[in-house]
């Protein structure tokens, strides 16, 4: 009876710090993945941007997998109405989410059996963003997005020559090393520079206005 008794004790013990834990979690509004799966069926009340947005308990949400502009750059606003459209006020299935180091989570992401990843990447609302371990279906949807010159491959928002001749200077961003380069027409490499406006290269009439806007002559026009 003795036994019984500390047993009962115990596991009652045991419930309760339970309950305060999940309690304190749900306090915090961080789901936290790594001790249990995200419930299926997230509803997302809000959308920041083309590959973005909040769902219920106010956790926000990254797709995995692609990036999509920002909203201030070509084919950025129409990234977000699109993704606005196909998850907006609706459930969305997060898969194989983790916390990123921006406590996000980051998650495949699926409507009404849409993938909603390749949706976007095929439509031209986003790039491919190759980690490594995104399924082949988002590569391939890059590819025939690229093929096909749509949204971010547009000759909008993806250029070689420039529009305007009287403004030639690339003005070109480097995203890893994070930092900015102009090249002119005499540079030795100028016509492989590739303007991708999507993710904020700009084109400049005059060195003057390139270092304006932070950019330092290339390397390769020294």
């Given at each position: 009876?003795?036994?019984?008794?500390?047993?009962?004790?115990?596991?009652?013990?045991?419930?309760?710090?339970?309950?305060?834990?999940?309690?304190?979690?749900?306090?915090?509004?961080?789901?936290?993945?790594?001790?249990?799966?995200?419930?299926?069926?997230?509803?997302?009340?809000?959308?920041?941007?083309?590959?973005?947005?909040?769902?219920?308990?106010?956790?926000?949400?990254?797709?995995?997998?692609?990036?999509?502009p920002?909203?201030?750059?070509?084919?950025?606003?129409?990234?977000?109405?699109?993704?606005?459209?196909?998850?907006?006020?609706k459930?969305?299935?997060?898969?194989?989410?983790?916390?990123?180091?921006?406590?996000?989570?980051?998650?495949?992401v699926?409507?009404?059996?849409?993938?909603?990843?390749?949706?976007?990447?095929?439509?031209?609302?986003?790039i491919?963003n190759?980690?490594?371990d995104?399924?082949?279906?988002l590569?391939?949807?890059?590819?025939?997005?690229?093929?096909?010159?749509?949204?971010?491959?547009?000759?909008?928002c993806?250029?070689?020559?420039?529009?305007?001749?009287?403004?030639?200077?690339?003005?070109?961003?480097?995203?890893?090393?994070?930092?900015?380069?102009?090249?002119?027409?005499?540079?030795?490499?100028?016509?492989?520079?590739?303007?991708e406006?999507?993710?904020?290269?700009?084109?400049?009439?005059?060195?003057?206005?390139?270092?304006?806007?932070?950019?330092?002559?290339?390397?390769?026009?020294?």
């Amino acid at each position: 009876m003795v036994v019984l008794y500390l047993y009962m004790v115990i596991k009652k013990k045991l419930i309760t710090a339970a309950l305060v834990g999940t309690t304190l979690l749900a306090g915090f509004g961080i789901i936290n993945v790594a001790r249990r799966p995200i419930p299926q069926g997230q509803t997302v009340i809000e959308v920041i941007d083309g590959d973005t947005f909040f769902i219920t308990n106010h956790q926000r949400v990254r797709i995995n997998g692609l990036d999509a502009p920002e909203i201030q750059n070509c084919n950025g606003k129409e990234a977000k109405e699109a993704l606005k459209k196909l998850v907006l006020n609706k459930k969305v299935i997060l898969s194989n989410p983790v916390v990123d180091y921006y406590k996000r989570i980051v998650a495949s992401v699926s409507v009404d059996g849409i993938s909603v990843g390749e949706y976007l990447i095929k439509n031209g609302f986003a790039i491919y963003n190759s980690t490594g371990d995104t399924d082949e279906y988002l590569r391939s949807a890059g590819n025939f997005a690229r093929e096909q010159k749509l949204g971010i491959f547009s000759s909008k928002c993806y250029q070689i020559d420039p529009p305007d001749p009287k403004c030639p200077i690339k003005g070109n961003i480097d995203h890893i090393k994070k930092t900015k380069s102009y090249y002119l027409p005499e540079c030795k490499i100028y016509n492989e520079v590739e303007m991708e406006i999507y993710l904020g290269d700009e084109w400049f009439c005059s060195e003057k206005e390139a270092k304006s806007a932070g950019y330092t002559k290339a390397q390769t026009c020294l």
